[in-house]
């Protein structure tokens, strides 16, 4: 089977950095998405990580650690845009997405 | 523009009354897939397909019904609507659902009274 672990909310201020975490257990791995979801909006795809490291994508990076089951994605220069849900997700054709990560960023 | 298109994007509805939702992407993707979203439940999976007359469950079928005829469309019907299918439905195609980045419409609103 498959799970996984996210913070439920987190707050932060602008210009600041957070890391939302997401711990997993997988049977088989066949890497990560993050996605991101503004409230009553559709997600949209951040990153895909199947191997370990860091990946960097301007202000976001997502981190993959396959031996501790373990990612993390990094907002730096945090924007009041970037409130939104952080979602990590398995893929695969039963794709199914936890509640995810609530960032609400305060000025 | 590649994009996935659902319709309607909300609509009320009573209980008892078929409805179906249409899904239609322009991006030749094999595979397409219908989640419903609810307040603290996160995306859940109703329906995927593979690819044209594939299709199989995800972990919330019950109620729903799908078909995959044409490779652009997907449509999500419910056959006799409860209110406790009131929700959030998104779909969404990728290329290769296995590992593809998912494109997402942009959502339909129902309520069933």
């Known amino acids: 089977g498959q799970n996984i672990d996210q913070p439920t909310e987190m707050t932060a201020t602008e210009g600041a950095i957070v890391q939302i975490n997401c711990t997993y257990q997988?049977?088989?791995?066949?890497?990560l998405f993050w996605y991101q979801q503004h409230a009553g909006e559709a997600p949209t795809f951040l990153s895909y990580?199947?191997?370990?490291g860091l990946e960097e994508k301007g202000r976001f990076s997502s981190f993959l650690s396959r031996s501790k089951g373990y990612s993390y994605l990094l907002l730096k220069e945090l924007q009041m845009k970037d409130s939104a849900s952080y979602l990590c997700?398995?893929?695969?054709?039963?794709?199914?997405f936890g509640a995810g990560t609530t960032v609400t960023v305060r000025a | 523009e590649a994009q996935v298109t659902q319709n309607p994007r909300y609509l009320i509805t009573v209980t008892g009354k078929k409805l179906t939702v249409t899904c239609s992407q322009n991006?030749?993707?094999?595979?397409m897939s219908w989640y419903r979203q609810d307040p603290g439940l996160g995306l859940r999976q109703i329906y995927y397909s593979m690819n044209v007359e594939v299709t199989d469950k995800g972990d919330v079928p019950e109620g729903y019904k799908v078909s995959r005829k044409e490779k652009r469309n997907f449509p999500l019907i419910l056959e006799s609507p409860s209110p406790n299918q009131t929700s959030l439905y998104f779909c969404a195609s990728s290329l290769s659902g296995a590992t593809g980045e998912l494109f997402f419409g942009e959502g339909s609103r129902l309520t069933v009274l």
């Open positions: 997700a398995f893929p695969g054709y039963k794709l199914s």
């Open positions: 991006m030749n993707h094999e595979y």
């Open positions: 990580n199947v191997l370990d």
């Open positions: 997988t049977s088989g791995f066949n890497g």
